[in-house]
């Protein structure tokens, strides 16, 4: 207050804290509040408000606009010549304590709002830097949550990938059961083919055992097989050379006959039979034809008669009782028995000597006596002949034959063992 005259205080604007002159000076009011302010500090106050703070009114700090600022406009009915206002300035100048007061209210007003807008430049600068501060966490904010929006759809795309990979893990996994479901059923099924074949591999070689026994057996009895032809072998090579020999009396016999001359010895079976009983007899060892011929190079003729032909069996029968004696010195060689004996056969048209004496039969013995060969009588149940050694050795190709599919047999029966022995190991 200026004067004490005045009854009431002086309007001032709380911006600027100078007096309100609506006369003179242009006045603003904030239409949702009613505070009025000088038009050039209200729009100074919306210009520091639109830095940072949002638009308020400066003294009860309510929200407002430029657009809720409006003007006011008074109407002066007083007397224009009132000189109650002129005439301060003078009052003021004619009292000097009260200019000096008034000085130092000014100064104080001014060191008022000095501190005030220091304050608020203060309170501006802290401000800026909030709000730059603001900004810096704005943006890093901004970065961040860009950076969280790319993290998140990352991790959506991974997840979906992973789900992905679950689903075809899981389903793997079934497959894989169901694999293991049939592995173990096929399992099953190979260790009980395998006991079976386990069982028949015993079986196999069981039978294989024994069949290599009778293999052995065979073998022996091959073995004694070659032995028997080998032995047979040699006794007709002596047969042949006896039936040189002969050949060689048959010779001597026809010479005989032309020396003896027409004269043709006639012989029954009572002359053999009182010859044979003879205490000083001498033993005949001569040949007789009997059975199928060994000598292959001469062809058998046919006989001529039925009663020469029984003839020829009864001298043949005298004289082999007479010859038994030398059959049982010829059987010491190792060749004994009827299948030990081969025959010695003649032609059937060869006349048999026919023996009235000792004396007349002196040049048979002596040639029978200078043969160096040894000649055996043969055997009447004896017969060997082509026919029996083809089939001794057919007979021993067939075992051969036999023996060689068993032991491949074998073979075979190893190879499966060993197949499913990997298969199990497996």
Same mark, same amino acid.
């Given at each position: 207050? @200026?004067g004490? *005259?005045?009854?009431?205080g002086?309007?001032?604007?709380s911006?600027?804290y100078?007096?309100l002159?609506p006369? /003179?000076? %242009?006045?603003q009011?904030?239409s949702?509040?009613g505070h009025v302010?000088?038009?050039?500090?209200?729009?100074q106050?919306?210009?520091y408000?639109?830095?940072?703070?949002?638009?308020n009114?400066?003294v009860?700090k309510?929200?407002?606009?430029?657009? *809720?600022?409006n003007?006011?406009?008074f109407?002066?009915?007083?007397d224009?010549?009132?000189?109650?206002?002129?005439?301060?300035?003078?009052? +003021?100048e004619? %009292?000097?304590?009260e200019?000096?007061?008034?000085?130092?209210?000014?100064?104080g007003?001014?060191?008022q709002?000095?501190?005030?807008?220091?304050?608020q430049?203060?309170?501006l600068?802290e401000?800026?830097?909030?709000?730059?501060t603001?900004?810096?966490e704005l943006?890093?904010e901004?970065?961040?949550?860009n950076?969280?929006?790319?993290?998140?759809?990352?991790?959506?795309?991974l997840l979906?990938? !992973?789900?992905?990979? #679950?689903?075809r893990s899981t389903?793997?996994c079934?497959r894989?059961?169901?694999?293991n479901?049939?592995?173990?059923?096929?399992l099953?099924? #190979? !260790?009980?083919s395998y006991?079976?074949?386990?069982?028949?591999?015993?079986?196999?070689?069981?039978?294989?055992?024994?069949?290599?026994r009778?293999?052995e !057996?065979?073998?022996?009895? @091959?073995?004694?097989?070659?032995?028997?032809?080998?032995e047979l072998?040699?006794?007709?090579?002596?047969?042949?050379?006896?039936?040189?020999?002969?050949r060689t009396?048959?010779?001597a016999?026809?010479n005989?006959e032309?020396y003896?001359?027409s004269k043709?010895?006639k012989?029954?079976?009572r002359?053999?039979?009182?010859? *044979?009983?003879?205490?000083?007899?001498?033993?005949v060892?001569?040949?007789?034809?009997?059975?199928?011929c060994?000598?292959?190079s001469?062809?058998r003729r046919?006989?001529?008669?039925k009663s020469?032909?029984? $003839? @020829?069996q009864n001298?043949?029968e005298?004289i082999i009782?007479?010859g $038994?004696?030398?059959?049982?010195s010829?059987n010491?060689?190792?060749i004994s028995?009827?299948?030990n004996?081969?025959?010695? /056969?003649?032609?059937d048209d060869t006349? #048999?000597?026919?023996?009235?004496d000792?004396?007349?039969h002196q040049?048979s013995f002596?040639?029978r006596?200078?043969?160096?060969?040894?000649v055996i009588l043969? +055997?009447?149940?004896?017969?060997?002949?082509?026919?029996?050694?083809k089939?001794?050795s057919?007979?021993?190709?067939?075992?051969m034959?036999y023996f060689n599919?068993?032991?491949?047999?074998?073979?075979?029966?190893?190879?499966y063992?060993?197949?499913?022995t990997?298969?199990?190991e497996?």
């Amino acid at each position: 207050m @200026i004067g004490g *005259n005045n009854s009431f205080g002086k309007t001032i604007c709380s911006i600027c804290y100078e007096d309100l002159n609506p006369i /003179i000076e %242009d006045l603003q009011s904030i239409s949702i509040c009613g505070h009025v302010f000088h038009e050039i500090c209200l729009q100074q106050w919306f210009e520091y408000c639109t830095n940072g703070k949002k638009k308020n009114c400066p003294v009860c700090k309510q929200a407002c606009s430029e657009q *809720n600022a409006n003007r006011l406009y008074f109407q002066s009915v007083g007397d224009p010549n009132d000189t109650s206002l002129t005439k301060k300035p003078r009052d +003021h100048e004619e %009292d000097p304590r009260e200019l000096r007061n008034e000085v130092k209210r000014l100064e104080g007003k001014v060191l008022q709002l000095t501190s005030t807008l220091e304050k608020q430049l203060k309170d501006l600068k802290e401000v800026n830097a909030e709000l730059f501060t603001c900004k810096e966490e704005l943006k890093i904010e901004a970065t961040l949550k860009n950076e969280a929006v790319k993290q998140e759809a990352a991790i959506q795309q991974l997840l979906h990938l !992973k789900s992905k990979e #679950l689903d075809r893990s899981t389903l793997e996994c079934i497959r894989l059961k169901d694999g293991n479901m049939a592995l173990d059923r096929e399992l099953a099924a #190979l !260790k009980l083919s395998y006991k079976e074949l386990v069982t028949k591999c015993d079986t196999h070689g069981r039978r294989e055992a024994r069949s290599l026994r009778k293999l052995e !057996k065979s073998k022996e009895k @091959i073995n004694k097989l070659k032995t028997r032809v080998q032995e047979l072998e040699t006794a007709l090579e002596r047969k042949e050379k006896d039936n040189e020999n002969l050949r060689t009396l048959r010779a001597a016999k026809k010479n005989f006959e032309l020396y003896q001359g027409s004269k043709e010895p006639k012989v029954d079976r009572r002359s053999y039979e009182n010859q *044979n009983k003879a205490p000083a007899a001498t033993e005949v060892d001569l040949c007789i034809v009997t059975g199928s011929c060994n000598d292959l190079s001469r062809p058998r003729r046919k006989r001529k008669s039925k009663s020469k032909e029984k $003839s @020829i069996q009864n001298t043949a029968e005298d004289i082999i009782t007479g010859g $038994s004696q030398v059959q049982g010195s010829e059987n010491k060689d190792g060749i004994s028995g009827s299948r030990n004996s081969p025959v010695i /056969i003649l032609d059937d048209d060869t006349d #048999l000597p026919l023996l009235d004496d000792v004396t007349q039969h002196q040049p048979s013995f002596r040639i029978r006596k200078e043969t160096s060969a040894p000649v055996i009588l043969a +055997h009447p149940g004896f017969h060997l002949s082509y026919l029996d050694v083809k089939v001794l050795s057919f007979v021993v190709w067939m075992m051969m034959i036999y023996f060689n599919q068993m032991i491949l047999f074998f073979f075979l029966v190893l190879t499966y063992c060993s197949a499913f022995t990997l298969l199990a190991e497996i």
